[in-house]
């Protein structure tokens, strides 16, 4: 037990009597473990090396359709293929524990080809990062899902080639994610930082895990 709270005598009676094949450790000075550790974890960030993810990280991305897993309200057209689009591409999984420093990708590819696209080349691109309550969302649309942050691209030179070759990378840096594009023609990069923890939940169970004022009574 830590916290000021865990100091209390009514509460300690009533956590011994309810586990009672348990042991119960309550630390010298509770009321400072929480402060004297985020002192800690502010002057070397490294002392926390790992973490579990409370949502699924991943991307939005569209794929050649395929008629027998996806949805047709899904599907649309460019350059003569049949796609299906707000697809989550998973890189973090719930519950999945994490290290400082690491980092998962996905490679993307964005053509021009057909004539109504040529008018497109000269608009920015963006990369959509999602998070999800779910373990194994499937579409950005489904429940649980909501946008986390974006990165908005600007075409190199003021147009973009008929071929637009790069890389989305999600790295985990402490309290804070970090997501990348990575233009492999140019090697150029454009990056943004998002919460670890999204701001906001409607699932009360997922909640209840990172939010230190929610109380289930």
Same mark, same amino acid.
């Given at each position: ?8 005598? +009514? ?7 309810? %586990?009672? =094949?348990? #042991? &119960?450790? @309550?630390?010298?000075?509770?009321? $400072? ?69 690491? +980092? ?7 053509? %021009?080809? =057909?004539? #109504? &696209?040529? @008018?497109?080349?000269?608009?920015? $691109? ?92």
């Amino acid at each position: 037990m830590a916290g000021g709270f865990s100091e209390a005598d +009514t509460l300690q009676h009533a956590i011994k009597k309810q %586990f009672q =094949s348990l #042991e &119960l450790f @309550i630390p010298l000075d509770g009321s $400072l473990s929480v402060l004297k550790g985020a002192v800690i974890y502010g002057h070397n960030p490294e002392v926390v090396s790992s973490r579990v993810c409370n949502y699924t990280y991943g991307v939005a991305i569209a794929m050649h359709f395929n008629p027998s897993i996806h949805d047709p309200r899904k599907k649309f057209y460019r350059d003569g293929i049949v796609w299906c689009n707000d697809l989550f591409d998973i890189l973090f999984e719930i519950d999945e524990e994490v290290y400082i420093g690491q +980092t998962k990708s996905i490679n993307v590819t964005t053509t %021009f080809f =057909s004539d #109504e &696209l040529q @008018i497109l080349r000269y608009d920015p $691109l963006q990369n959509q990062f999602m998070v999800s309550t779910k373990k194994d969302p499937f579409y950005t649309s489904d429940e649980g899902c909501m946008e986390h942050g974006s990165i908005i691209l600007s075409p190199p030179n003021g147009m973009w080639p008929k071929i637009v070759n790069g890389k989305i990378l999600l790295k985990i840096a402490g309290t804070e994610l970090v997501g990348t594009y990575l233009n492999e023609d140019t090697l150029e990069e454009t990056s943004a930082r998002f919460e670890f923890l999204p701001s906001i939940t409607k699932n009360p169970e997922r909640k209840r895990l990172f939010d230190p004022f929610y109380l289930d009574i």
